[in-house]
């Protein structure tokens, strides 16, 4: 199975090519698969009854939100581990600190060395649609696979920060 991404020509708004058209890759939308779909496949592949499994995928949820919620990261069994981030405003005056600083919370999701190798090895095909929507040409990974530099880490958190690629090293979902 390969990981499937499309190459759209669009114009360029900003940047030193602005008013120029360039080909902007992005990930293809797949359709989220139910749970009980992934909880059928686990019992399929481990003989453990769809209840049994249900129950553990159900607590171990209920486990990782009170962890996460508490400011732990919190490992989740053979993927990585996940942790609550925020972004905020900042403010040169301590007496201007307040919840109201927060802009958004999020997610971080650091993956596995496991995952991370197995993303490297997946083919890779890309599609290009030009500025029409006109299917122009298709292309098929043959490179050894390129880490992103910033996650190129062993998996595990990298130190502090409020999360996100440019602090965490994490991937956001």
């Known amino acids: 199975m390969a990981i499937r991404l499309k190459a759209t020509e669009r114009m360029l708004k900003v940047g030193p090519n602005a008013g120029k058209y360039a080909y902007i890759l992005s990930a293809e939308l797949y ?13 399929l592949r481990s003989g453990i009854s769809k209840g049994a499994i249900q129950a553990a995928w159900a607590a171990c949820g209920d486990v990782i939100v009170a962890w996460a919620t508490e400011g732990h990261s919190v490992p989740v069994p053979g993927l990585g581990t996940m942790r609550f981030g925020v972004n905020a405003q900042s403010v040169l005056d301590v007496n201007m600190v307040a919840s109201s600083l927060i802009t958004s919370r999020k997610i971080v999701f650091t993956p596995s060395v496991d995952v991370k190798a197995a993303l490297k090895a997946s083919q890779v095909t890309i599609t290009c649609y030009d ?7 298709r292309v098929n990974s043959s490179d050894p696979g390129t880490e992103s530099p910033d996650e190129s880490g062993s998996g595990g958190e990298s130190g502090g920060g ?3 690629n440019e602090d965490g090293g994490g991937s956001l979902i």
């Not at 359709?31 to 019992?43: F, M, T």
């Not at 500025?131 to 040409?137: C, Q």
């Open 31 to 43: 359709s989220a698969l139910a749970e009980s779909k992934v909880i059928e496949e686990a019992a």
């Open 131 to 137: 500025r029409n929507g006109k299917e122009v040409k």
């Open 162 to 164: 409020s999360g996100g």
